[in-house]
């Protein structure tokens, strides 16, 4: 059974810095892209970032670049996204997920395993 299981969420203020974590298990994915993705209330799941396998190709959105960073840690099956300078709009649940390809991957659709989400909210 394939799990993946977030953390590292929470509140925090207009400026400050969150980190999430995402261990996945029940499978070696150390081969595999890992993402981030986000949904706001009222809003569709959106790309956040994304790291291919061996995490030196990243691919960020727009609004994020510059503040979010992906890592991961394959010998630990953990992929971490780590959030400075957090803004009220970035306050939503974060999923992580898997896509069983190599590259990087920027479409849901392409995600073959996801998280069960972890709650990001971020106060002005």
Do not use: H, I
Not at 24 to 52: C, D, H, I, L
Request: contains cysteine.
């Amino acid at each position: 059974q394939v799990q993946l299981v977030e953390s590292g969420g929470g509140l925090v203020q207009a400026g400050g810095s969150l980190r999430l974590s995402c261990a996945a298990s029940g499978r070696t994915f150390s081969n595999y892209a890992m993402g981030w993705f986000r949904q706001a209330p009222g809003k569709e799941r959106e790309f956040v970032a994304a790291s291919n396998w061996g995490g030196g190709r990243t691919y960020y959105t727009d609004s994020v670049k510059g503040r979010f960073t992906v890592s991961r840690d394959n010998a630990k099956n953990t992929v971490f996204l780590q959030m400075n300078s957090l803004k009220p709009e970035d306050t939503a649940v974060y999923y992580c997920a898997v896509s069983l390809r190599t590259g990087v991957v920027v479409t849901p659709e392409r995600y073959e395993y996801w998280g069960q989400g972890t709650q990001v909210t971020v106060s002005s």
